[in-house]
């Protein structure tokens, strides 16, 4: 869908998503998850050159938490979601209409390393990633709180911060993400964004989708 490049300009909300082929379980073993997650940091560079997979090799790159801010960042990634077959990220973009090359390299990159390590051909995910404009602090609010919540309300685990591979369990547990890394959500405090999100579970639960905001 390369015509909508032109959409993802600076300053603008994101919710992005994307699954595996035939909801294959790619992200069920926890090391494809945190490797998705390094990739995802890795590529998040204007300047990123060479591929993820050499640079590990040469033990040129260190994962750093992907929601703290970084020089040379192309977006900036507000709340993420790794969920057994897709995933989930809240994002502000950083630098104009690279965004689609960026979730091609993502995905690319997963791709090659998940068909090495289980020998297979072919392509992983479903179809190009899906993207809905988060217009409002209001939605950017809501949208946060259904990604960090999504493993709770599809009853993967009791409480929302017991699921690893998600920005949930930094946000509610270190002031300093909500204080001074992702000013754009409107709670600044952990205590008040754990009830905000907490309160709303089983409503999604019930719901399964919030609409025109939900990706899956």
């Known amino acids: ?16 998503c994307n699954k595996s082929i035939a909801n294959f379980g790619i992200f069920k073993d926890p090391i494809n998850s945190q490797r998705f997650v390094e990739i995802l940091d890795y590529y998040n560079n204007i300047n990123s050159k060479i591929r993820y997979s050499y640079a590990i090799r040469k033990k040129i790159y260190k994962y750093q ?19 057994p ?19 091609n390299d993502i995905e690319n990159s997963f791709t090659h390393f ?3 390590k289980f020998d297979r051909k072919g392509p992983l995910w ?3 990633f899906r993207s809905v404009l988060v217009k409002t602090n ?12 999504n493993p709770t309300a599809s009853n993967l685990v009791d ?5 690893s591979f998600s920005s949930y369990k930094d946000i ?14 409107s709670i600044t405090k952990p205590e008040s964004y754990k009830k905000f999100a907490e309160d709303n579970i089983d409503y999604q639960r019930r719901l399964k989708m919030i609409k025109k905001l939900i990706l899956e």
């Open 126 to 128: 479903q179809t190009s």
């Open 172 to 185: 509610i547990s270190q002031p300093v993400f909500l204080k001074d890394y992702l000013t754009e959500i």
């Open 65 to 83: 938490n992907i929601l703290i801010p970084k020089n040379e960042s192309i977006v900036k990634i507000l709340s993420f979601c790794i969920m």
């Open 1 to 16: 869908m390369e015509g909508r490049k032109s959409y993802f300009k600076e300053n603008s909300f994101w919710h992005l």
């Open 138 to 149: 209001e939605q950017l609010l809501h949208v946060t709180r259904y990604v960090n919540i």
């Open 85 to 103: 077959d897709h995933y989930h990220l809240v994002i502000k973009i950083l630098v104009d209409n690279i965004l689609s090359k960026y979730i």
């Open 114 to 116: 998940f068909n090495r």
């Open 159 to 163: 409480k929302p911060e017991d699921w």
